[in-house]
């Protein structure tokens, strides 16, 4: 299992229609970890091909200085992925996104294609990063299968709009119809330690409203969340930075514990509440990210 993966810290993950030449060259603008060019829902069945030439084209000829690139694929079960791959990674993409990951065979199959492109293209072994979607039942309930089939894997993105379609549930604003499987994603992340990134908001008029689904986002532990539009991932990037004070705190939080520790104490006074070791490792994660966001 790979070290967790601090190297590149994704905050925002913008999805861009795989058809459209215009957003995917305008992604090179916005202020965005990660850009997510996609073959799958976002591209109407009859521009499938369309969409797969227009990707290549855009890895090939457009530049985005650190943003990572990724290519959300088609499903397993299409048939199409073997030929999406061949088709875009001579466009050197960081990576690809498998949608609706069900079973640990699939990202099996899909780790062969992508050594099987690496081999072909002269690319170092396992450089081309792999992350897949959890957004089924079926999905949630293998968490531990997927999470666990390939080293390369980097991390999972959880997917509510489907899943509601999936479940039967109904959308809302709280979304406490999806918060078992947004947890379960979390949490199956942080134990095989991946990284992890939370749903979509979907009302990209509504500043206020996904400021504060960030915000609780963050509060699970996701380190990042996609984004739909462009206005949404400063208010992303954002939310899952710590913030001056945030890292102030835990600055003295990790120097107090170093003192206490060496006077002999476990568990000690800080600001007026009690902190033992758990505190400790969660100040130590908010230096971690602080370095790299
Ligand atoms: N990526 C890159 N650029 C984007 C973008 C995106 N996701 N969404 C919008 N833009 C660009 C637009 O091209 C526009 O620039 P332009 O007027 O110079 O062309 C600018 O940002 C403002 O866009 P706006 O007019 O507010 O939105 P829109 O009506 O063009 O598009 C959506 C609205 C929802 C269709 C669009 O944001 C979108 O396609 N989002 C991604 C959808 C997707 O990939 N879904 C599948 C995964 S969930
Ligand atoms: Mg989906």
Redesign the pocket.
């Known amino acids: 299992m790979a070290a967790e993966n601090t190297s590149f810290a994704r905050r925002s993950l ?4 795989g058809d459209s030449l ?2 995917i060259e ?2 090179a603008n916005w202020e965005v970890d990660t850009l997510i060019m ?1 073959l799958e ?2 591209v109407a069945q009859n521009r499938k091909l369309e969409a797969r030439a227009t990707v290549a084209e855009a890895l090939d000829k457009f530049q985005y200085g650190r943003r990572e690139r990724l290519v959300r694929l088609n499903h397993i079960s299409t048939g199409m992925v073997a030929d999406e791959i061949a088709a875009t990674v001579g466009g050197r993409p960081d990576g690809y996104i498998m949608p609706k990951a069900e079973i640990a065979q699939d990202l099996h199959t899909v780790d062969v294609m992508l050594s099987v492109a690496e081999r072909d293209q002269g690319l170092p072994p396992q450089s081309l990063r792999l992350f897949v979607m959890i957004e089924t039942a079926r999905g949630v309930m293998n968490l531990r299968e997927i999470a666990g089939a390939t080293p390369r894997l980097e991390g999972l993105i959880f997917g509510a709009e489907d899943l509601a379609g999936d479940v039967g549930s109904i959308r809302t604003k709280a979304a406490w119809e999806v918060f078992y499987a947004r947890s379960a994603v979390v949490t199956a992340a942080a134990a095989f330690r991946l990284q992890s990134f939370d749903m ?1 908001y979907a009302d ?1 008029n509504d500043p206020a409203g996904l400021e504060e689904e960030s915000r609780f986002a963050r509060q699970l532990g996701f380190t990042g969340k996609t984004c ?3 206005n949404q991932t400063p208010i992303v990037n954002r939310a899952f930075s710590p913030s001056p004070e945030e890292v102030e705190r835990a600055r003295r939080l990790v120097a107090a514990f170093d003192e206490q520790q060496a006077a002999g104490a476990g568990a000690f006074t800080f600001d007026g509440k009690m902190v033992d070791m758990p505190m400790l490792v969660a100040a130590r994660k908010v230096l971690a990210r602080a370095g790299t966001a």
Request: hydrophobic share 45%; no cysteine; net charge positive.
């Open positions: 913008l999805f861009m229609p215009r957003k305008k992604a996609d829902d976002g979509i990209f739909i539009h462009p």
